[in-house]
Every structure is written in structure tokens, then in C-alpha cells.
């Protein structure tokens, strides 16, 4: 299995409404993307500081099923669109488990 997580920090100008967009995104493309395994996301909990806002974590079978991943077109054009004109910073990393 491999592993990709995700932390995404929006923009203070973001709005409540594009918060929401990138959170209905992010439910859409397992369906839009065959080589996710496992998808697993949601908001910040609020319950400590300087936290990131979003949190992502996506299984794969494989490498090479990650590496379909970022440049399927659905993905592109999700963080095109939506996650980056709101996104103030984006950390990650990848595992094997």
C-alpha cells in the first residue's frame, strides 16, 4: 500500500462557501479517480492553534497508482478551479504502509 496525506491552509479571505467547495470536491473524486483505494478527509477539529484547515489522506495500491493520481484530469482540474485560488499553503507527504 501506498500512502499520500495532505494539509491544506486556506487564504484568510477565503470564503464559507469556497471552504465548502473544496470539501464537496474532495468527496467526488474517488468516484472520478479508479486508482484511490481508500479516501479519507475533513476540516481542521478546531481544538488547537496554528492547526492546518484540511486534512487529506489517500490510499493506493501502488506507486505507480499514486502516480496516476496527480495529473488525472478530474484532480487537475479540482485544484485548478477550486483548491488553489483559496489556498494559502499546501504541505504533504508520501509512505509506503
Not at 4 to 9: A, D, E, G, P, Q
Not at 15 to 32: E, F, K, N, S
Not at 44 to 53: F, H, K, L, Q, S
Not at 65 to 88: G, K, Q, S
Amino acid at each position: 500500500m501506498f500512502r499520500h496525506v495532505v494539509l491544506l491552509k486556506f487564504r484568510a479571505d477565503a470564503t464559507a462557501g469556497q471552504r465548502a467547495a473544496v470539501l464537496d470536491g474532495l468527496a467526488g473524486l474517488p468516484a472520478a479517480i479508479p486508482e484511490i483505494r481508500s479516501y479519507v478527509f475533513g476540516p481542521d477539529a478546531g481544538v488547537a492553534e496554528g492547526n492546518y484547515d484540511v486534512a487529506v489522506v489517500a490510499d493506493f495500491d501502488s506507486r505507480t497508482d499514486f502516480l496516476a493520481y496527480p495529473p488525472h484530469p478530474a484532480h487537475v482540474a479540482f485544484n485548478t478551479r477550486v483548491v488553489r485560488p483559496v489556498t494559502e499553503s499546501r504541505v504533504a507527504v508520501q509512505h509506503d504502509w
